[in-house]
């Protein structure tokens, strides 16, 4: 969790006093929904006021998570907690959530289905302002208009039963709801909000929630790349005295950088196997095509008598190592290597032809084309020769006629 969150978590927590709750009537959902392994973290708090009432004012904390699932569903928790004098203190109810998006398209406005229900009722006699059992199930729409952003719902609720100071307040009540909050960008961290909500009674007794609205101006400051802080007041006009008639509300949201979610790593895994698949494809396939010129490129070098020849000098005179291997090159064999060195005077006498296993023809006809070497014999030889020739003392030029004339 970022620091700036945590900072700001604590002074929100500090000033309980000066907030309330944004589970209440002028709350817009929105049509997001998250991506499968998304996050959301919000914590409201604020403070509910009566005008004209000798009631109390309720501070009330809510935080909520809510969590991107697969295949386009999310679902989100809540807990509403209240502080209200000597009575309705503690938790109020736990509330669950799930949505679905029903229209998501580029160009067009973005429609979800939500449905939502507390899952954990407080007491009757905290149920002050809602139902017990609440359950609701809406349309959500949102839509962009340049550096404007609109949000607008439209649902069905029910609240079976609530209490005030131990009486009855009203039985099955079914309510409509309708709501909307416009959103302006007018600055790169700053937003002008204005939200407005509608709830009609459709049935029940008429004591509360029959008929209300509410029109709350706020703004939502950009803390960083992933925290908001959301800020609103209003005042509500319920058509009983039970409902509160001033509401402030702080909300703080962090939005945590994604994992990646089951299908984008289902997909990188099938990418890696499908570049591993074809990687090696390829080696095995230009293996083949290099096996296959070694192999042809043998078959022409059998077929014209072309040797790789390494070529050491063993007469232990100086320079008949090179003076064989340009011999060699003459009769259009390769010389792979040359050892020329020298060590003493007493060397080799007699010049030999060691040959690879399967080259002893060829090695042969290598003999006699030098002439003078008459011992020829298979053996081991270092990788990328096919014939070895230790050169001897017989190898060496005899005098020719001018060098007798001009000794004598």
């Known amino acids: 969790m970022d620091r700036t969150f945590v900072a700001v978590l604590g002074l929100l927590l500090a000033a309980v006093s ?17 991506e499968d392994g998304a996050a959301v973290h919000a914590l409201s708090v604020g403070r509910q006021s009566w005008s004209g009432s000798e009631r109390e004012d309720a501070q ?6 809510r969590y991107g699932l697969p295949a386009g569903y999310e679902i989100g928790l809540s807990a509403n907690h209240r502080s209200q004098g000597d009575d309705g203190n503690g938790l109020r109810h736990l509330a669950l959530e799930a949505a679905t998006p029903l229209r998501r398209e580029p160009g067009a406005a973005d429609i979800t289905l939500a449905g939502y229900g507390t899952v954990a009722p407080a007491d009757g006699d905290s149920g002050i302002g809602s139902g017990s059992h609440n359950l609701g199930l809406g349309l959500h729409l949102s839509d962009d208009l340049g550096a404007t952003r609109l949000h607008s719902s439209v649902a069905v609720e029910r609240a079976d039963v609530a209490e005030i100071d131990g009486q009855p307040g009203y039985r099955a009540v079914n309510r409509l709801r309708y709501g909307a909050r416009a959103e302006h960008r007018v600055a790169a961290s700053l937003d002008l909000t204005l939200e407005a909500a509608a709830v009609y009674g459709v049935s029940g007794d008429e004591v509360q929630n029959q008929f ?17 802080l959301a800020l609103s007041a209003g005042r509500d006009l319920p058509d009983s005295g039970v409902e509160p008639t001033n509401t402030v509300t702080a909300q703080l949201t962090h939005r945590p950088q994604p994992a990646p979610s089951r299908r984008e790593l289902a997909a990188r895994v099938e990418h890696l196997e499908a570049a591993h698949a074809s990687t090696r494809a390829r080696a095995a396939m230009e293996a083949g095509r290099a096996d296959e010129q070694r192999e042809r490129i043998e078959l022409l070098r059998r077929r014209a008598g072309q040797l790789d020849v390494e070529v050491i000098n063993a007469s232990g005179e100086v320079g008949m190592g090179r003076a064989m291997a340009d011999r060699v090159r003459e009769e259009g064999h390769y010389v792979v290597r040359v050892q020329d060195s020298a060590h003493g005077r007493d ?23 030098l002439e003078r070497i008459q011992e020829v014999t298979e053996g081991d030889l270092p990788r990328g020769a096919d014939v070895r020739i230790l050169v001897g003392r017989d190898q060496r030029e005899p005098l020719g006629h001018g060098a007798e004339e001009d000794g004598s």
């Open 212 to 228: 209300g609205l509410a029109l709350r101006p706020g703004v939502r400051l950009h803390l960083g790349p992933t925290i908001d």
């Open 347 to 369: 060397g080799q006498q007699t010049t030999h032809i060691r040959y690879r296993p399967g080259h002893g023809e060829q090695a042969v006809a290598l003999g006699e084309s």
């Open 18 to 34: 000066t907030a309330a709750s944004a589970a209440d009537p002028a709350g817009v959902r929105g049509a997001e929904v998250l």
């Open 60 to 65: 009330l904390i809510e935080p909520r998570v």
